[in-house]
């Protein structure tokens, strides 16, 4: 029999030729009949027989598990062809003919098993990677079904019960291990491994929380720490949970635990991820540079894996947003045009693969986005049509691939975005509402995500900002409540800074309402919360300064409207000298100088505010509107010079 694979771990080819024997004597099927595609030629003369007291073969529900993994869904959406679909068809028909009981069950059960293995193994033969993936997964599930109790869990796993049958396990480990007293850690933590690999298989799908993910890789990594892929998995899951402390440590054993020049690539960019949260950009910028140098050999000297070029695709993008959240747009722009190269290249070689085609989604928006801060608006909208097009195709096609549906989620959001610049409010209030509908749905779907969470809390507060613009403040309130109610779950941990920083950015927003509400008292206490959040995690602090001055110009305190407001001034002069070309920061500085400007006595006049304005003009920053700021300000400098100049006592008027 002719082998395929590396390492020792080969992988078998079905025989084709089935007995007339096989419909009739199933009490064990050899391997004359059907072989599993997973294994060594040891597996030749294996009899895969009935296990007592179950009506099913532990070869059926193998099949069955290896069918319906996402991996193998994942590849067939990478190389469906006219065949492929064919076989798909006809695996769904044998399917319901069984569930509706018709014909010999056993006769129908074999010949279901036998079109499900030859769909994956017509699938591996075109694609050595998913052959690996998909032979490693199974040998965890042959595993599984060795006992009546495993295979009986793995029974109610192909019916859709993953969490039930992941409970089974779990619980049959659990007796295991007591069992094995006297066996090493070792053997528990490669039991524990393969169920975390099931499990991390159903999260995917959207049946199983992350929590549950992530108790069962802790565990592993008790009894068995170091495992790089352990670590890898755990960093992405407790990024996903929200659970930060958690995050840095498990980045931490992946860099003491990297072997391989892609580990390392791996750990760095994970410590950048980190980093960026926590707000250190430049630490974080050279974690990602050094991540990608290593991603860019690895992509030379592989110039056909599709896994190292997406890799360098991940690096390039990581470098773009770095640029964007430091206000290089030329260096953003270069970085996002290489990495929806890479993103179309990696499509065009392989047609229908999602991972592919999502990376082009992700390439472009991040060019809309760089479109948007050079005030490209028709740029940006082309940018998003497209890529709203692809995310709503790959959505469609795979329902439960929830990745796939964050991807559409955040192009909602972004073009939300773009229709409130466009001054579009009703297309603004559709696509915030079409994000919180998918957002709330993946929140269900995986209780206990701060990732998910956070989406709700995003999309609320849009929306709420939306019914502020269209004059609903009772629609506005309700959405910023209910938004607020997570992010204050969300910041229980004060070392989350991120999650600070929405905690301030929707007590603003509250602020705000109170305000237009004339509730002055409830507009202090939550800018008050707002500031004192904002000084904490340093996000935001001139505005929220600005905040409280605004409110303390409302209640007449002037004195304490100058002192926030000369505050802020000070955060927004620095910023602008180190952000000169930034017209957003500019244009800030403007308004900080105005807001001084308007109290006699703060240092600042008008003639202040008309050089920032002037400025900006010079450089181009000045659109329609904003040339009318600078003619009302000439005019109070005007005003403010005459002003100065008059006489204020009988005295000084003799002396002229």
């Not at 202040?608 to 040339?627: H, I």
Request: charged content about 25%.
């Amino acid at each position: 029999m002719r082998l395929f694979g590396r390492g020792g771990a080969a992988v078998m080819a079905l025989l084709v030729a089935v007995p007339a024997s096989a419909a009739t004597d199933l009490r064990c099927i050899t391997v004359s009949d059907v072989v599993i595609l997973a294994g060594s030629e040891a597996m030749a003369n294996k009899r895969l027989c009935k296990s007592p007291g179950s009506a099913r073969y532990d070869v059926v529900e193998v099949a069955a598990a290896v069918y319906g993994a996402a991996t193998t869904q994942a590849a067939f959406e990478k190389f469906a062809n006219p065949d492929l679909l064919t076989q798909r068809e006809n695996i769904d028909t044998l399917r319901a003919q069984m569930l509706a009981g018709r014909g010999e069950a056993e006769a129908s059960q074999l010949t279901l098993l036998l079109a499900q293995q030859k769909f994956v193994t017509d699938l591996a033969a075109k694609d050595r990677a998913y052959a690996g993936a998909i032979a490693q997964f199974r040998n965890s599930v042959v595993d599984i079904a060795g006992t009546p109790e495993g295979l009986a869990a793995l029974a109610q796993y192909n019916a859709g019960d993953e969490a039930g049958a992941l409970d089974i396990l779990d619980r049959l480990r659990a007796a295991n291990d007591l069992a094995r007293k006297m066996q090493s850690n070792l053997a528990s933590a490669v039991e524990g491994r393969r169920i975390a690999g099931l499990a991390l298989d159903a999260q995917r799908k959207g049946k199983v929380a992350t929590a549950a993910v992530i108790a069962r890789y802790e565990d592993v990594t008790r009894v068995d720490p170091g495992l790089f892929d352990d670590w890898e998995a755990l960093f992405s899951l407790y990024v996903a949970a929200g659970r930060l402390p958690e995050a840095a440590r498990a980045n931490e054993n992946e860099r003491k635990l990297a072997r391989s020049d892609r580990d390392r690539s791996v750990a760095l960019s994970d410590r950048g991820a980190i980093l960026r949260i926590r707000r250190d950009l430049n630490s974080a910028a050279e974690a990602y540079s050094e991540s990608l140098a290593i991603r860019r050999k690895l992509a030379v000297v592989s110039p056909g894996d599709f896994a190292a070029q997406r890799d360098l695709w991940v690096g390039v993008q990581n470098i773009g947003f770095g640029y964007l959240i430091n206000d290089d747009l030329g260096g953003s722009q270069k970085a996002f045009d290489e990495s929806l190269a890479i993103a179309r290249k990696l499509a065009a070689a392989d047609p229908g693969n999602a991972k592919a085609e999502s990376a082009v989604v992700w390439s472009l928006l991040s060019t809309g986005q760089v479109r948007i801060e050079q005030n490209d608006l028709a740029g940006a909208d082309n940018a998003y049509a497209e890529s709203l097009a692809i995310a709503r195709k790959l959505a469609a096609a795979d329902p439960g691939n929830l990745n796939l549906q964050t991807d559409l989620l955040i192009g909602l959001e972004l073009v939300g975005h773009l229709r409130i610049k466009q001054n579009d409010l009703i297309g603004a209030d559709k696509s915030y509402g079409e994000e919180l509908a998918i957002a709330r749905k993946l929140a269900a779907a995986d209780s206990g995500s701060a990732a998910a969470e956070s989406d709700v809390f995003w999309s609320l507060a849009f929306i709420g900002d939306v019914r502020i613009k269209q004059g609903d403040l009772i629609g506005a309130d309700k959405a910023y409540g209910e938004s607020l109610a997570i992010a204050r779950k969300l910041a229980a941990d004060p070392d989350d800074l991120e999650a600070q920083a929405q905690l301030a950015e929707i007590l603003e927003r509250v602020g705000d309402v109170r305000i237009k509400q004339n509730d002055l008292a409830g507009a202090g206490v939550a800018y008050g919360e707002e500031l004192a959040i904002a000084r904490l995690c340093n996000c935001g602090l001139a505005g929220s300064l600005e905040k409280i001055g605004d409110l303390r110009m409302v209640q007449h305190d002037v004195e304490a409207a100058s002192k926030a407001y000369g505050e802020s001034l000070t955060i927004r002069r620095k910023v602008a000298t180190q952000h000169p070309d930034n017209a957003e920061v500019q244009y800030e500085l403007a308004i900080s100088l105005a807001k001084l400007a308007q109290i006699a006595n703060s240092g600042i006049h008008w003639r202040d505010v008309v050089a920032q304005w002037e400025a900006m003009a010079v450089k181009g920053f000045l659109g329609p509107a904003d040339r009318s700021g600078l003619e009302s300000a000439r005019e109070k400098a005007a005003i403010e010079t005459t002003r100065l100049a008059r006489p204020t006592s009988k005295n000084d008027r003799s002396k002229q």
